[in-house]
Nanobody, 124 residues
């Protein structure tokens, strides 16, 4: 099993920044691709960003490209989402997810493990 714990959410004004963190642990966590997804009120969960194990491939949703940056820590067991120039439409619960495989995916059905989520609220 893999456990994922997110942190770093909160309330911020439009134009501000937040950094989300996701710490992964568990005996089966090894060479996993990671991703961030979000669910806004009344909407379906959507892809935000993903990164593969070797950090050679990264993908962003068009809505966050140029504003958000996904990265992995030195041990690769932690993944970050730096969010700049936040907009009210970025308000959502943000979820960290891990695949069983090294290669990333933009499809949430491809991720086997999920964190509990962290709330991000952007005020106008």
């Amino acid at each position: 099993q893999v456990q994922l714990v997110e942190s770093g959410g909160g309330l911020v004004q439009a134009g501000g920044s937040l950094r989300l963190s996701c710490a992964a642990s568990g005996r089966t966590f090894s060479r996993n691709a990671m991703g961030w997804f979000r669910r806004a009120p009344g909407k379906e969960r959507e892809f935000v960003a993903a990164i593969n194990w070797s950090v050679t491939s990264i993908r962003y949703a068009d809505s966050v490209k140029g504003r958000f940056t996904i990265s992995r820590g030195n041990t690769k067991n932690t993944v970050y989402l730096q969010m700049n120039s936040l907009k009210p439409e970025d308000t959502a619960i943000y979820y960290c997810a891990a695949r069983v495989w090294e290669l990333m995916s933009t499809a949430d059905r491809e991720y086997a493990y999920w964190g509990q989520g962290t709330q991000v609220t952007v005020s106008s």
